[in-house]
């Protein structure tokens, strides 16, 4: 067996023995191997706030396999808790600072392996990032998915409610309602945004056990993926000593992608997993997801783009089913936290058997709960029979985002696929969101938000402003929304985000001006400006005239000059590159 981290660590300092020892650890404890757990919980938000009981669990495993866990904590922030006001800033460049500290905490005291454990938007990434970075013997555990509410109810539909009610559509009582039932338990919110993809992208990269991803937070078979995860953890160190950098290589990352394709995964997955990978020194930008998107067949009925809520994903086989419709085209042979390969994960599953008998009777009890009928089949298409043919997302790029933009097409209505429409531009979202709920916008209209890139305002999520887009009848099939800014998740709708360079750098996106004619072409992959008050003109006009006004133009006042968003601001990489920190 290999002398451990850990030990060479007590031989150099003296001190680490008593002071473990006035931790709490025992002499024999002292001797074992060492695993940091690190993880999210806090009372930020439901999926963080069961994540301690997960801990004990995967604690439990560690001792059982003969290690000694240490509980390390790095709580996450909550993007729905901090929509609408300012505090959404801080979302993106959370990640970076929960990968850092997980950095500082696992290499201040050098430990043997980790277990990682988080279940939403920047916690998920930010402790992949920084178990990558870290790379010693790893594994993530997902901390699984809240229930649906009454009639179904999840947390995406508050977008809607809230911009029905702003339109008088709606009472306050049922606003009410909705607040008060969205979010029955603990766990990530039910609708594959962030959070639930970065579940999957987990187990899609091999990182995770397998049919670990988007479990019921408050399942047996979650604290089973725990309590095992930690077992897993000290073999890895003791025995394989497998760390992440000989797991991920190129083809776990495009499987992931095609995963990501047939789930219709967030588009912030394309600001994370290019994260991810950039810690092993690995290049995925957008270009590769829209390589990989190309042809690839989307599968899953579930919200926000889907019926159904994402407890669902579990219950008609999760992760292994979607991969079971897309075999063929998977790297098989792709190493795994396991020890074995993707091909003989997904084999050992279907050997078993019970991993689907459990997900199984998951769905007869749903069906039960709601008074349904539906069939893992309804939930997770057949190969033959997908929602659509040509993945979930495209990277448009032209004159006006000549490093790309990102439109999730599963989600936006076949009438924007092709359009020229007469730029509205706005320099935040607060006077674009006015402008849409009070029947500013006209149809025909391209509403632009700018200077809410990472180092404009730190990237916020445009939330509200494409919700009131998406619900509104006339505006939902007849305008687009385009911003250097993302968008959540939950989002649905004719919207282009992550649009590069962003303004605040003097991209084209700060040059739009009112009357500009704006061509979006989803199919051919397009985004352009090709006329000028309304009167369509040539490429090498439209150039020149980019060419007069990027002269004239003056970038903003920083918003930022101290703390985390200044260093954001200062250092922060391409949106089509992930937006990491690059010192």
Known sequence: MKKLNSQNSRELAPESDPLRIGTGWTIDDLSKPQVIIESTFGDSHPGS???DGLVELVRAGIVEAGGHGARYFCTDICDGESQGTDGINFSLVSREMIANMIEIHANATPFDAGVFLASCDKGMPGNLIGMCRVNIPSIMVPGGVMHAGPKMLTLEQLGIYNARYER??????????AKRHACPSCGACSFIGTASTMQIMAESLGLSLPGSAL????????KDIAYRSGMRAVQLSLMENMRPSDILTMKNFENAILVHAAISGSTNAMLHIPAIAHELGIEITGDTFDRIHRNAHYLLDIRPAGRWPAECFFYAGGVPAIMEQIKPFLHLDA??????TLGENLDDLKRDGSYYEKAAMGLAKFNRRYGTNATPEDIIRPFDKAIGTHGSIAVLKGNLAPQGAVIKHS?????????VLTARPFNSEEECLDAVLH????????VFIRYEGPKGSGMPEMFYTSEAISSDKELGKTIALITDGRFSGASTGPVVGHCSPEAVEGGPIALVEDGDLIELDVMERKLNIIGIKGIRMSEEAIQKILTERKLKWNAPEPRYKNGVLRLFREHAASPMQGAYLAY
């Open 49 to 51: 706030g069961h994540l």
């Open 168 to 177: 008088g559509e709606c009472d306050l009582a049922t606003l009410d309602w």
């Open 215 to 222: 479990l019921p937070a408050t399942s047996q078979e979650l």
């Open 335 to 340: 190493m795994t936290v396991t020890g074995k």
């Open 411 to 419: 989600a936006c209505p076949k009438e924007m696929f092709k359009a």
């Open 439 to 446: 029947h500013k916008i006209r149809p025909g209209d391209a």
